[in-house]
Structure formats: structure tokens, C-alpha cells
């Protein structure tokens, strides 16, 4: 056999070497291709989780309208009243009995791994029992029970009634938290479609109590349901994960619970603070601009929560996870403000030509949400980071501002100016912690 010459070897080796470059350019490259398309492909599902939970939080207020629109036209004025205050107290106490967990669990899931039936398991009990004790103390407060007891056998169904709604509200949260976003527009479209049939058919022969039974007998049926869907599906996840200890439960539930408080306070105390300083006929034009406002500001709010579980479980990506998610949430919800601006008093002519004097505020208030917005996903930003001082902050300076301004200004739509500039200052803020934290983050 003949040696192969020097220069044989060299040509082989040259080969051999650009063989081996171009094997590996191309795996290289078939790599990035691969992530590139992964990150495409989850960017795609994240904006789609944002948009189900939008449209179920839309699709409910539009719904819930709906049903008192139905009431007052099927029954007397005191009976929808009396039963209206025991909704809002029912309400009320879910929101704060739920003792913020609902936000936590959009961390925690994507975190748990193995121990995701453990943690569920804990969290539900928690809810359950904040449920219970938030209705007893509500009972033994004697305007709480004058409240419940003007309805027909209020007393006895306002526990039931108030800890199915405390963890039907935090279902959704689980429901998202487990990357099952799109089962929420099902089971709250669903349970509203179940609340006006049971409403059109209970309230004629049962009056009060039959619009009672159209919130409460769809809530326990959609617990009983989704609960045993999400405790049958719920398998432990892929590696260890963690449970989280004592310490990060504390630190992110003790600032964002007194925030989700805020944000109760936020929607709830603001129109009783017009009803007492400008009367109950201003305050019914305010009433139905704030409504609309609340269920765009909510909608903005679920649309950025799977935003929330992917930071927890990829904080690496931050900085491209908060871009994208800024730039659909843009794309949806400015469009929207924009169109309400110009439609504003087509869409107070609704309700009646008296609200079409409340155009003006409208706008203004709408303006209001494009700021917001910015506000809206630095909460979730901090969330998704377990910065629970963070969310707080946000929520109470939010809440404060509205209250404040709420007691002060010498107009409604003076109110709704003031809201225009607090909120722009707030996105200021905002966007300047985006600027000091993500610059680090990789691109």
C-alpha cells in the first residue's frame, strides 16, 4: 500500500476541517432556527392566553349588565336592590377573603414541579377557609347581617353563597397559573349563560330570592366542576420544582394582599364617595362611565396574568417576554380606548339620553387607560419577578390617587383630568424601573 503524499493529507485534512465547520454552522444554525421557533411558538400562546381571559372578563361584564338590565324589568325596584346589596357584599368579602392568593399561584404553579397537587391542595383549603371566615365575621356585624337578612333566607345562604364565589374567582388564577387559560371565557361564559336562564326562570316565581339563586346555584355548580377538572389534570410536573417556604410566602402575600385590597377599595369606594359628595342623579351617570372603565381596566389586568407565569418560569427572557407583551397589549387595548372615545356618547345613549351628559368624562377617563396600561404591566412584571412590595405599591398609589381625587376636586370630570395625570406620572415611574431593571437582561 502506498503512503498517501503530503499533500494528500493536507487536501484531506482541509476537507475534513470545512466538513466539519459546515457540520457544525448548520447544526448551529438549526438550533437557533429551533429556539427561534419555540419562542415564536410560545409568544403566540401567551398573546392568546391574554386574549381568552380579556374576552371572558368582557364577555362577563357584558353578561352581568345584562342580568340587572333583566331584573329590573322582572321585578320590583326593592327587591333588585336588596338583592344588589347582597351580591356587592358578597362580592366584597370574596375579593378580600381570597387573601391574595389568586395573584401568588401565577407564580407558584410554574415553580412547583412535582409538588403542583401539594400546592394546590394547600392553597384551595387556605381560600376555602378565608371564604368562611370572611362571611361569619360579615354575619356577626350587625349592618352585614341587616344587609343579607332583607333578602329571602339571606342569612342562611350568604356562607355558601360567599366562599363558592371566593374560590370560583380564584379558579381562574389556577386555571391560568396550570397554562389552561383558554378553559376561563369556557366556564365564565358558561356560568353566565346558566345565570340568565336561571334567572328568567326563578325570578317570575320566586322574586328576590330567585335572582339570589341565579348567582348562587351557577357559582356551586362551576366550583364543583372545575374543581374536580383541575384536581383530575393536575399531575406533577416535569423536575423537582419547589414548594415556596415561609419566607417568599411572606414576603410576596404580605405587600400584595393589603394591594389587592386597594384595588377592591379602587372599584368599590370611588362612587360612593361621588354619591355622597355630588347626589344620587350625578352619581348614576358616574356609576355607569366608572363601570365601563372597571371592566376595561379588569380586562387589560387578565391580559398580561400569563405574562405573570411565563417571568416565573423563564425569568432569563424577561426582556423579551415584557417587549412582546407591551406591544400586543398595545395592540389590543389602544385601539379599543381610541373607539370608545369617539362612541362615547353613542354608547351612554344606551342607557338613556340623561347618561350622554357623562361623554365628556368617558373620554377623559379613557385617555386615562393608556397610561394605565403601562401601570397595569409593571404590576405584572413585579409579580412575575416575586416582588410583592412592588405590586403594592402600584395598587395603593393607584387607589390613593382615585380616592383622593375622588374627595377633592370640585367636579366629576375635574376627577377624571386628575386621573389623566396621575396615571401618566405613574407610567413615568413605571417605565423608568423597566429602564434600570431589564437593561441587564439578555435581548
Known sequence: MTRPTESTESTDSTEYTQNSESTEHTASTESTESTEAARSARAKGMFADGLALSFSTAFSALAGMIGWILAARLLPAADVGHTSAFVSAMLLIAGVAELGLGPAVLRWLPLSGRHQPQLLRRTYLVVLLGGLAGALVFLAVPSGGDVVSRVPAGAAL??????????????????????????VPVENGLFSLARLVVLVVAAPLAGALGLLLSWMAPTVLAVLVVTVLIFRRARPARGEG?????????RLLAPTYPGTVCVVALYNFVPLVMLHRFGAEANAVFFVVWTAINALDLAASVFVNPLVVRLAAE??????LVGHTARRLALVFVPLVLAGGLLAGVLLLIFGKQYTQGAGLFRVLLAAQLPRLVVVLGVAVHLGAGRGLGVAKLHAATAALAI???????????FGLGMLAGQAVLAAVVLLDFRHR????PR
Open 404 to 414: 383622593g381625587l375622588a374627595l377633592v376636586m370640585p367636579s366629576e370630570f375635574a
Open 315 to 320: 425569568p432569563e427572557h424577561a426582556r423579551h
Open 158 to 183: 350568604f356562607v355558601p353563597a360567599t366562599v363558592a364565589w371566593t374560590v370560583f374567582q380564584f379558579q381562574d388564577s389556577v386555571l391560568t397559573g396550570l397554562g389552561r387559560s383558554r378553559w
Open 242 to 250: 419547589r414548594l415556596p417556604d415561609r419566607r417568599e410566602i411572606l
Open 438 to 441: 431589564l437593561a441587564g437582561a
